[in-house]
T-cell receptor, first 119, second 117 residues
């Protein structure tokens, strides 16, 4: 079974600064995806970024980027130029993929990190 | 694209009654839908996975006779909480995953807050 660990229950950052959220995972799978979702106060889950394990290049989406270290099983999220709208709970998630196929597993979530951006 | 809706957004019911929550994929066909439960400031707990036209697969510890799931079409799944009790009060979230092109990502509905009096 897979496990996902987010060791930072809460973090805070000043507007316009950079913050990094940590995530580690444990798996024996070789084909998988990693995700970061954000859940703002509205509680709508929003996909932030996605990484396919076979890709060495770190995924980026505008101000959001990841540092994917497959050997270390680490998947951190960096938010640059933090904005007040980034205030949310952030979840790291793991999903395995059947080798060579289109069969996907279910998401395993970490405990979440509450990020507060201060003006 | 990839919009998932849930209805209702909030529901209050009396203990012993049943409540149905709908989850719809609005702009794609969802071959698989998932139902989660979330308590305040906690992570999402997967309750069950449903594939269109087949019986749902429940996670360990989830009572399938209490949480009835139906996935009758490629755009609609329903969760019925039967004989609801105060301990069933929670935030319920659905997600949907499509076929090729959208099969590797789950898209989430806005959630339903259930309060059982």
């Amino acid at each position: 079974a897979q496990t996902v660990t987010q060791s930072q229950p809460e973090m805070s950052v000043q507007e316009a600064e950079t913050v990094t959220l940590s995530c580690t995972y444990d798996t024996s799978e070789n084909n998988y995806y990693l995700f970061w979702y954000k859940q703002p106060p509205s509680r709508q889950m929003i996909l932030v970024i996605r990484q396919e394990a076979y890709k060495q290049q770190n995924a980026t989406e505008n101000r959001f980027s990841v540092n994917f270290q497959k050997a270390a099983k680490s998947f951190s999220l960096k938010i640059s130029d933090s904005q007040l709208g980034d205030t949310a709970m952030y979840f790291c998630a793991f999903m395995k993929r059947a080798a060579g196929g289109t069969s996907y597993g279910k998401l395993t979530f970490g405990q979440g990190t509450i990020l507060t951006v201060h003006p | 694209g990839a919009v998932v809706s849930q209805h209702p957004s909030r529901v209050i019911c009396k203990s012993g009654t049943s409540v149905k929550i709908e989850c719809r994929s609005l702009d794609f066909q969802a071959t698989t839908m998932f139902w989660y439960r979330q308590f305040p400031k906690q992570s999402l707990m997967l309750m069950a996975t449903s594939n269109e036209g087949s019986k749902a697969t429940y996670e360990q510890g989830v009572e399938k006779d209490k949480f009835l799931i139906n996935h009758a079409s490629l755009t609609l799944s329903t969760l019925t909480v039967t004989s609801a009790h105060p301990e069933d009060s929670s935030f319920y979230i659905c997600s949907a995953r499509g076929a090729s092109g959208r099969g590797d990502t789950q898209y989430f509905g806005p959630g339903t807050r259930l309060t059982v009096l």
